[in-house]
């Protein structure tokens, strides 16, 4: 018989069920009492333990360095950048330039 009826039940955050999931695996830790105390049942840990076990998997499965993923480029925007690129380098390339003949000129 279910206690708890829909609307009584408090919406927890990410955090919140990850901490409930810490405290449920210590050792020795009463994991009903846990559960309990947040307005649990034990085939909701088993479910979040899939959901845990899933997104580590799915976390560890992703290869390379972590940080920005890669994304297609169409390749007018890709020449436009390439441009762009090339005359920065040829204006930095022209300030160094002018920078070199004016510490020159003032020894």
């Known amino acids: 018989m279910n206690t708890h009826s829909k609307k009584d039940q408090v919406k927890l955050t990410p955090e919140q069920i990850y901490e409930i999931y810490l ?9 009903k009492a846990i559960l309990a105390r947040h307005g649990l049942h034990p085939w909701d840990l088993v479910a979040i333990r899939k959901k845990i076990k899933a997104a580590a998997l799915e976390a ?27 005359d ?11 920078l070199a003949l004016l510490k020159k000129r003032t020894r």
């Open 23 to 31: 405290e449920c695996n210590a050792p020795g830790a009463p994991v």
């Open 60 to 86: 560890l499965a992703v290869q390379g360095k972590p940080g920005r993923r890669h994304q297609t480029v169409d390749i007018e925007q890709y020449q436009q950048i390439s441009k762009e690129l090339s």
């Open 88 to 98: 920065t380098k040829d204006a930095l390339s022209a300030v160094g330039h002018e």
